[in-house]
């Protein structure tokens, strides 16, 4: 797993939380129009259907509420920008989770509507500095609530893909907080100066060894929207299809991001 040496970007947490409540709430009224029909479509996910896909949403919400319920870790021992790197490891278990949850819950509105509650109530009782163990290791809570943001949107995007003309909107502090999460787990993962990242209009990072750029137009440049660099990041969009379908600009020797990509499993 990459260390994140670098200092992280700070997320306000009042805006954090706003764009957690957004997002979550425009996927629960998406979900109240699904007919059983929509629920059974297949996703891109292996096996997951859309009803598992949702169910595995309020997995991701819950994730908070099941850290809250342990005993808070002594002290913290990594930053916000190790956990894109440790979501792999546990993909099984989720998997099992996620198809269990499916079937407890056959109102997937009822059960969003309960999660959307008790992370309410959570967030008014526990301040932001409060340490939880994650799948990362331990985090502030604070912290921890940016990486649902990546959950939701990640996932916003699974729906609308799995569902056409679903078209949940993406609320745009939780997508700018999940590029730029993103983004800086690129440079993470590549750090250098050498190729410049562009992802208007929520980041830019410098990453990829080799000269750095100091001055004027710099030599190596990617630039693509935030929905292809979200895809692009997940290994939801292959480097080398968006490029062909013209979803990204790159220029420059070291610009293409091929072999760094995805950043997150």
């Known amino acids: 797993m990459p260390t994140a040496k670098k200092r992280a970007r700070t997320y306000d947490p009042v805006k954090t939380r706003a764009a957690v409540f957004a ?19 297949p996703t891109r996910l292996g096996e997951w259907t859309v009803r598992e896909l949702v169910a595995h949403i309020g997995m991701a919400v819950t994730a908070v509420h099941r850290s809250l319920d342990r005993p808070a870790p002594p002290a ?3 930053v916000i920008l190790d956990w894109p790197f440790a979501t792999a490891a546990s993909s099984s278990a989720i998997a099992d989770f996620t198809r269990k949850l499916a079937a407890q819950h056959p109102d997937l509105d009822a059960y ?3 999660v959307e509650q008790t992370l309410t109530g959570h967030l008014d009782t526990h301040p932001g500095t409060r340490l939880l163990e994650t799948n ?7 912290d921890y609530l ?11 995007d699974d729906l609308n893909a799995a569902v056409p003309g679903l078209d949940i909107p993406y609320d745009r502090q939780a997508l700018a907080a999940c590029t730029r999460l993103l983004a800086d787990a690129l440079a993470v993962k590549a750090p250098g100066a050498s190729t410049e990242v562009r992802i208007p209009p929520y980041a830019v990072v410098q990453c990829v060894e080799g000269p750095r750029h100091t001055r004027g137009t710099p030599p190596n440049v990617v630039e693509t929207d935030p929905l292809t660099w979200l895809r692009l990041a997940t290994g939801r969009t292959r480097w080398k299809d968006a490029v062909e379908e013209a979803k990204v600009s790159a220029s420059g020797e070291r610009s293409d991001l091929g072999g760094l990509l995805p950043v997150m499993g």
């Open 76 to 78: 913290q021992d990594v």
């Open 23 to 41: 997002q979550l709430g425009n996927v629960r009224d998406a979900v109240r129009t699904l007919s059983d029909e929509q629920l059974a479509l």
């Open 146 to 156: 940016v990486t649902r943001t990546v959950e939701l949107v990640v996932h916003t």
């Open 112 to 114: 969003l509507a309960d």
């Open 136 to 142: 990362a290791g331990a985090l502030p809570l604070a």
